[in-house]
């Protein structure tokens, strides 16, 4: 908290006007990046678009916002893989989280239309997203330049991995 207290020109004491604890700060901000994140995401998406277009909608959409904000992505990927991220995924693959679940949904139609495979949702994401984020983190970090043409083809690598 000293440290963000610093780096923000304030004294500590005033981030706890606004925040009862770090542990409320972590979680606002999750909630904060995952609005904005979700808005870009879902700027042109509809649910009427076939399963396979919906999904390559939100890939390529998502992966163009993670290299456009990479320390966005640095945060939240961090987020998801610290206890408070756990427990948060936990809570959303099982529909116990309120908020954005335009993946979730899409994974459900998906395999309810056979259109994806038949396998339990945390597979899916991962089938789907474990790649996307690799390349994301390798092209923040300059071991990749990804161009339009390596953006299709590795949301339809992704596809591929999920669909029937």
């Not at 995401?41 to 909608?57: C, Q, T």
Request: charged fraction near 25%; glycine fraction near 8%.
């Amino acid at each position: 908290m000293a440290m963000i207290a610093d780096r923000a020109g304030v004294g500590a004491g005033t981030i706890y006007r606004y925040f009862e604890n770090k542990d409320v700060l972590i979680a606002e901000l999750h909630r904060e990046l995952e609005e904005k994140m979700t808005a870009a995401v879902g700027k042109g998406y509809s649910k009427e678009m076939p399963i396979r277009v919906r999904f390559l909608h939100l890939g390529t959409s998502l992966l163009k916002y993670f290299i456009e904000n990479p320390l966005e992505f640095r945060y939240l990927e961090q987020f998801h893989n610290s206890p408070y991220g756990v427990d948060y995924r936990r809570d959303k693959i099982l529909g116990k989280q309120e908020g954005c679940n335009i993946f979730r949904d899409l994974f459900e139609d998906g395999v309810s239309q056979q259109v994806m495979k038949d396998l339990p949702l945390v597979i899916l994401f991962a089938l789907a997203f474990g790649p996307l984020l690799a390349v994301a983190r390798d092209h923040i970090l300059g071991f990749i330049a990804l161009d339009e043409v390596l953006i299709v083809w590795t949301i339809e690598a992704c596809w591929d991995g999920v669909r029937r």
